[in-house]
């Protein structure tokens, strides 16, 4: 059974170019997450997805940082330009129902992907 | 100030010992969450939990909702569970659906 499915697990950039992330849902998980996490901050909700549409975008930091999710099977996380202080660990997560509701229905997060922007 | 606190920040243990990690949260919940990283960055879901308490193995997660205070518990302690324990509280209402969390606790258990 595959799990959360997340790539590139490593990224290395340049200053200013363009960032894209990827993410593959558990199959029939109809909310998909994205987190950045970093030693300043710890985790933060990035944006969640339900259905495919965009519920909750309000911890995308800014302009810069837009997600999609064209089907129930694929989303991508861009930033552009980047800049140094992006560099952080960006984790995808899916679940069934949306976190705190149905019994025993945890997110289940992606490995991560390692993003360092030099 | 964060809607949610953990404590303590880090916890070092010898083999065999007894764990407690606590979190404090400040918002209107419908569940909280205990998720552990370990080393390699994986996040895995350990217990979501709205009252009472639940058991795993040897680990324990209670919840007390008119104190907003949940505890995590390692009993019989060992080295393969040293890594960092991350509390998270999904947010009610209007909120439903974000995730809250804590700064996380890392936990290394020496053998």
């Known amino acids: 059974d595959a799990g959360v499915i997340q790539s590139p697990r490593h990224e290395v950039t340049e200053m200013g170019q363009e960032v894209t992330l990827r993410c593959k849902p558990i199959?029939?998980?109809?909310?998909l997450f994205w987190y950045r996490q970093t030693m300043m901050r710890g985790l933060e909700l990035l944006i969640y997805f339900n259905n495919n549409v965009p519920i909750d975008d309000s911890g995308m930091p800014e302009d810069r940082f837009s997600a999609k999710m064209p089907n129930a099977s694929f989303s991508t996380l861009k930033i552009q330009p980047s800049e140094p202080r992006d560099s952080a660990v960006y984790f995808c997560?899916?679940?069934?129902?949306?976190?705190?509701?149905?019994?025993?229905?945890?997110?289940?997060f992606g490995d991560g992907t390692r993003l360092s922007i030099l | 100030k964060n809607e949610v606190e953990q404590s303590p920040q880090n916890l070092t243990a010898q083999e065999g010992e007894f764990i407690t990690i606590n979190c404090s949260y400040s918002v209107g919940i419908s569940a909280l969450h205990w998720l552990q990283q370990h080393p390699g960055g994986g996040i895995v879901s350990l217990f979501m939990?709205?009252?009472g308490k639940k058991k795993h193995g040897r680990l324990i997660a209670t919840i007390n909702i008119q104190e907003k205070h949940s505890s995590l518990h390692i009993t019989a302690s060992h080295p393969r569970d040293s890594a960092v324990y991350i509390c998270?509280?999904?947010?009610?209402?209007?909120?439903?659906?974000?995730?809250?969390f804590g700064r996380g606790t890392q936990l290394t258990v020496w053998p």
């Open positions: 998270a509280v999904s947010g009610g209402g209007s909120t439903l659906g974000r995730l809250y």
């Open positions: 939990l709205s009252s």
């Open positions: 997560a899916s679940s069934l129902t949306p976190p705190g509701t149905g019994i025993n229905q945890p997110q289940h």
């Open positions: 199959s029939g998980h109809d909310y």
